[in-house]
């Protein structure tokens, strides 16, 4: 479950399934992911990108092995003390995996939430988050939390959405965007912050027939292109940076 989670950070389900299938084959318990070192982990990673989704990962499996003793813990604020776990991640799990009465806020039921509250402002935004949040910890019941959770995704994902299908939605009756006509203009769209350039840095060194590139110097907690293995490739990760070496 923490895998799946994890790796549907940012994106879709549908690109999720076959990576999800892959890393379990190679690390099928938390025991064995833990065990593992971060550039087999990376290397079981690629291709979903945000790599450090995978590190945070790697640090939680280790936690759960070293600190927890490989013993679960159910309740959503302790599953918050895992690296990379935010509250959404540790509501999911809490009430999926160990039917614990956790809420859950994404963007399916942040929409459906904001509708039922006539909430007209940035759902981004501190203030509209603690109302999102206070209302689906109210509404979670202590019975089958899990189904009722994967109730509101599914119907804020296919009833809810964007096109709002109001005429279908079993819930409109008790609804306060569709009771005053504002559904259309909820939730508000958020203001796009200002791009900004960003520029990465790679050194090539050249011997003969031999190319050495260096790069990721320092860390960086964004997107990185994927690690992958060429014809008569070696690829070494040591210290602080990859570095690719290609014989030609």
């Known amino acids: 479950m923490l895998v799946a989670e994890v790796m ?36 079981a990673w690629e291709g979903l990108g945000y790599y450090s989704r995978a590190r945070y990962l790697h640090k939680a499996s280790r936690m759960i092995v070293e600190e927890w003793g490989g013993v679960w813990r159910e309740t959503a604020l302790e599953l918050e003390a895992l690296p990379g776990v935010g509250r959404y991640t540790a509501g999911a799990i809490a009430s999926f995996a160990f039917d614990q009465p956790a809420a859950i806020v994404e963007a399916n039921t942040a929409r459906l939430f904001a509708r039922l509250m006539a909430l007209d402002s940035d759902l981004a935004q501190s203030a509209s988050r603690r109302q999102l949040w206070s209302l689906a910890e109210r509404v979670v019941p202590r019975v089958r939390p899990g189904e009722f959770n994967q109730a509101l995704i599914d119907l804020g994902a296919t009833v809810c959405g964007a096109r709002a299908l109001c005429q279908e ?55 990185q292109f994927p690690y992958y293995i060429l014809p008569y490739c070696i690829l070494c990760i040591s210290l602080s940076f990859a570095w690719l070496l290609i014989k030609r």
Do not use: W
Not at 9 to 15: A, D
Not at 172 to 194: K, N, W, Y
Not at 195 to 221: A, H, K, W
């Open 8 to 43: 549907a950070q940012q994106t879709r389900i549908e690109t999720v399934r076959p990576y999800f299938k892959k890393f379990l084959t190679r690390f099928p318990t938390v025991e064995a992911l833990a065990s593992a070192k971060i550039d087999e982990v990376l290397k």
């Open 169 to 223: 939605c079993p819930v409109r009756s008790c609804c306060r965007a569709f009771e005053h006509g504002l559904v259309q203009r909820i939730p508000r769209q958020a203001v796009r912050p200002d791009l900004t350039d960003l520029f990465e840095l790679m050194l090539v060194i050249r011997r003969g027939s031999e190319v050495l590139l260096i790069n990721y110097l320092v860390p960086f907690q964004g997107f």
